[in-house]
């Protein structure tokens, strides 16, 4: 019940640790999701709970955690980095030095995932060449499950005329706006708000071109029956965040929603699906 309140609260995740008949349950909540008069009513509902199912009454505490002291000691060891054949995925606060042939993509991801580093991210980026070269183009593009907004802005860099980019985590969505202006990318072109698919099937006009899904293997299942609210017959679309030992189940689950996959590329223990419809 505690972990359901949690939820409901608007935690991202939990952890508990046990010892003899007791527990020690942490939920962690974004800071400016964090009002004082949800934290309370929250402990209240936990007392109630616990009268309710007559067991003791909880100790509840908060404690806010500075994420400076755990997100930004990484960037000491982050350089700029080569991915694929046209990306240059640079932090933002070095400045490259005689790689003017590739494409600059400038990046803070904050708390947020997608530095570039991960294999599935890299796949992405490498898949993504294969349908925008650079050269201008009306190609429509979503983004699910965003993070850092480096699969947008990468789409933008290489042509992409607009793109739709939606993440549950208000956090990552606020990371992803300042990346895109890093990058010189307009709020016009990059539309970027706190979602999931399904606001992107309320709130797009029309049909995407492509799409970018790098996220669990399970939320990808979950996805696919619903895919085709966003396609149209030419559409495309690149998943990853999917293990090796997950591909076959997920490739019956395309073919069977009319979803051919074109290529599948692997890195280490992971894999990403380029799919485009039957």
């Known amino acids: 019940m505690v972990f359901w309140r949690a939820e409901q609260l608007g935690c991202r995740g939990t952890s508990n640790q046990f010892k003899g008949n007791s527990a020690i349950i942490a939920a962690y909540l974004p800071q400016e999701q964090a009002k004082l008069l949800d934290l309370a009513a929250f402990a209240l509902w936990l007392r109630q709970d616990s009268l309710s199912l007559n067991l003791t009454e909880p100790q509840v505490a908060w404690k806010l955690i500075d ?33 003017e042939n590739r494409t600059l993509l400038k990046l803070d991801p904050g708390v947020a995932f997608g530095t570039g580093g991960h294999p599935t991210t890299q796949l992405c980026l490498e898949a993504l060449e294969m349908r925008l070269d650079g050269t201008p183009t009306d190609a429509k593009i979503a983004d699910i499950g965003c993070g850092s907004g480096i699969l947008s802005i990468g789409a933008m860099l290489l042509g992409a005329k607009e793109a739709h980019a939606v993440d549950i985590d208000p956090l990552a969505v606020k990371a992803a706006k300042a990346n895109r202006d890093l990058n010189d990318i307009s709020g016009d072109q990059l539309n970027i708000y706190q979602g999931s698919l399904d606001s992107l099937v309320n709130d797009l006009n029309g049909p995407v071109d492509g799409f970018f899904c790098n996220i669990l293997a399970e939320v990808i299942v979950e996805m696919i029956p619903e895919m085709e609210k966003i396609s149209q017959p030419q559409t495309w679309g690149i998943l990853s965040g999917i293990l090796l030992e997950q591909a076959k189940p997920i490739a019956d689950l395309l073919e069977h929603h009319d979803w051919i996959i074109a290529t599948l590329w692997r890195r280490q223990e992971w894999c990403c699906f380029n799919i485009r419809r039957s």
């Open 67 to 99: 994420e400076e002291d755990w997100s930004s000691s990484w960037k000491d060891h982050w350089e700029p980095q080569e991915i694929g054949d046209l990306f240059l995925v640079c932090p933002a606060w070095i400045e490259p030095q005689g790689q």
